[in-house]
C-alpha cells in the first residue's frame, strides 16, 4: 500500500496548481508582475537588449534564493510601503512555477536576441508581458491553467 505526504498527494492527484508550503504575498508578486509588464514593454518600445538582461537576472536571482537582490522585489516593497498595500498571504508554489516558466521565456528571447532573431524575441517577450499583464491587473496566474498539462507530461504513469 502506498503512503502519501500531504505534499506527494496533492502532487500526484492535483490537477491545479502546484503546493509548496511557502507563504509568499500577492501583492508583492502583482506589483513585481507590473514591474515585469512596464519594463517588458519597455523593450518592445525601444528593442533594448539590456532590458532583456536586467528581467533575466532578476528573474534569476529570485529563482536561486537571493531574493534581497532583486530589482522587481525592491520596487515591489517600496510601493508597497508607499501606498499602504496590504498583506494577502497565498501559498508561493504557484507563483514560483509562474517564475519558472517566465524565466524560461526569459532565456529564450535573450537566445532570439542574440542570434539576431529580433522578431521571435518580440514576440516572446509579448507572451510574457501578457501574462505578466493578467497577473498584475487580474491576479490571473496563467501559469497555473499550463500546469495541469505539464504535471501530466512529467507524472506520466
Known amino acids: 500500500m502506498n ?28 506589483l513585481q508582475a507590473a514591474f515585469i509588464t512596464i519594463l517588458g514593454v519597455y523593450y518592445l518600445y525601444s528593442l533594448d537588449q539590456l532590458v532583456l538582461t536586467l528581467l533575466l537576472f532578476d528573474f534569476l536571482i529570485r529563482l536561486i534564493g537571493y531574493k534581497k537582490i532583486s530589482p522587481s522585489l525592491f520596487i515591489a516593497n517600496f510601493f508597497a510601503k508607499q501606498f499602504s498595500i496590504s498583506k494577502k498571504i497565498v501559498d508561493g508554489g504557484p507563483k514560483k512555477f509562474a517564475a519558472q516558466i517566465g524565466f524560461l521565456f526569459l532565456i529564450v ?4 536576441f542574440y542570434l539576431n532573431l529580433i522578431q521571435l524575441s518580440y514576440y516572446t517577450m509579448i507572451v510574457l508581458i501578457l501574462c505578466a499583464a493578467l497577473e498584475s491587473l487580474l491576479g490571473f496566474c496563467m501559469a497555473c491553467q ?12
Do not use: G
Open 146 to 157: 499550463v500546469y495541469p498539462f505539464y504535471r501530466k507530461l512529467i507524472h506520466r504513469e
Open 109 to 112: 528571447a535573450n537566445v532570439f
Open 3 to 30: 503512503t502519501y505526504s500531504l505534499k506527494e498527494f496533492y502532487m500526484k492527484f492535483s490537477s491545479s496548481c502546484p503546493i509548496s508550503f511557502e507563504k509568499v504575498d500577492e501583492n508583492i508578486i502583482r
